[in-house]
């Protein structure tokens, strides 16, 4: 079935550091979403792409589309304790829009 | 107030009692979904739900039910639940315009002893 792999599932920095997760679909997606969800909480949206090549920008966050548009990237950069958290992409399940299927989830933390 | 409720928070439970997870949400939103999260494994689709009269399986819908009482209210049940559905389930709800992005409740913590 489809599926959408997220690597690293760990990945400890100093502050200050750069980070980046990487997500690969076994397939061609129409769009990527990426969440947010801090230690005891819950998932909260980011960001969603969905054109070729397209890159956005939020603050120190830097998200990818690849060219194929089954991968995608998020990049941090100068990590902050307030960036702590579990990161994951998701893309539509199947051929219904609305549903998604999540990565595993990139666990971040960050050592001040 | 929050947009989407879940109730309750935190339940421990014993094998084969019937568990229900209610939630609701003041969005407006038609669609509505119910995950559950184990470590390393994401978050993985039980059911969803499009409009009230419209209830749909997930990815992992085995030993689960759902009921959608009003475009509001969308209530999950483990008819007898067993030791491997303790996880963390979150209810969610999205719109139908723009990045239709999802919007999660604070999650139900459940333990089946």
């Known amino acids: 079935g489809q599926q959408v792999m997220q690597i690293p599932q760990y990945q400890h920095v100093q502050e200050g550091e750069d980070f980046t997760t990487y997500c690969n679909s076994s397939?061609?997606?129409?769009?990527i979403q990426w969440y947010k969800q801090r230690p005891g909480g819950h998932p909260v949206f980011l960001i969603q792409?969905?054109?070729?090549?397209e890159v956005k920008k939020q603050k120190r966050l830097t998200f990818q589309f690849g060219e194929a548009k089954k991968n995608s990237s998020l990049h941090i950069t100068a990590t902050q304790t307030t960036d702590v958290g579990t990161y994951f992409c998701?893309?539509?399940?199947?051929?219904?829009?609305?549903?998604?299927?999540f990565g595993q989830g990139t666990i971040l933390t960050v050592h001040p | 107030d929050a947009d989407v409720t879940q109730t309750p928070r935190n339940r421990i439970t014993k094998t084969g009692k019937r568990i229900m997870l209610e939630c609701s949400q003041t969005k407006g939103h038609d669609r509505m979904y119910w995950y559950r999260q184990d470590p390393g494994l994401g978050l993985r689709l039980i059911y969803y739900?499009?409009?009230?009269?419209?209830?749909n399986k997930g990815e992992i819908s085995d030993g689960y039910s759902v009921s959608r009482q009003a475009q509001a209210k969308f209530s999950l049940s483990l008819e007898s639940a067993i030791p491997n559905q303790t996880a963390l389930y979150f209810c969610a709800t999205s719109g139908t315009r723009g990045a239709n992005e999802q919007f999660f409740g604070p999650g139900t913590r459940l333990t089946v002893l």
């Open positions: 739900s499009f409009d009230v009269k419209d209830i």
């Open positions: 792409l969905v054109k070729s090549g």
């Open positions: 998701a893309g539509p399940l199947g051929t219904s829009y609305g549903k998604l299927t």
């Open positions: 397939t061609t997606l129409s769009n």
